[in-house]
């Protein structure tokens, strides 16, 4: 059941615990009615809310997220932000959402890496990177409207004319 899917996650805890810290994670994430369901009898957004409760299950160290949204449809994906940033605030752990949407990225993280080709082109909190994009593939790939023709690397090569 997903119920013991969850609990899996917290085999180093003990029954009392468990139990307290999977009716908390079935709250947080809205899960508590489909915990004694078999996994394959709940929604796409039910099974990425219990995929979220089993890794926060074992008070993981780090907690690595890789598209968590994707799939999802839009009001269902902003429900799960909001709950997931909520949850967040609360962890003492570092959160590394890896994410293609743009939005999720800006919402979501305090600081951010943009990558392309496999390396690192520019980090830095959001807002800077979105005011202040090193070059004109930051901007392209943050969706950033197209800079002037004398924008090269995040300085003026030469004045606008």
Do not use: Y
């Amino acid at each position: 059941t997903v119920r013991e899917n969850i609990l899996f996650g917290g085999r180093r805890l003990t029954p009392p615990e468990k139990n307290e810290k999977l009716n908390s994670l079935a709250e947080k994430f809205r899960i508590s009615s489909v915990l004694d369901h078999l996994p394959e009898e709940i929604s796409g957004g039910q099974k990425k809310r219990v995929a979220l409760a089993m890794a926060l299950m074992g008070d993981p160290a780090l907690l690595l997220l890789d598209e968590p949204f994707s799939a999802l449809d839009n009001p269902l994906k902003l429900r799960m932000r909001e709950c997931l940033a909520g949850v967040m605030k609360h962890l003492p752990i570092p959160v590394l959402l890896v994410t293609h949407d743009i939005v999720e990225a800006i919402s979501m993280g305090d600081a951010m890496h943009v990558f392309s080709a496999g390396r690192v082109i520019q980090s830095g909190a959001p807002e800077e990177i979105l005011k202040k994009p090193a070059s004109p593939e930051v901007a392209t790939l943050m969706e950033i409207p197209s800079l002037p023709a004398w924008f090269q690397g995040g300085t003026k090569t030469r004045s606008p004319e």
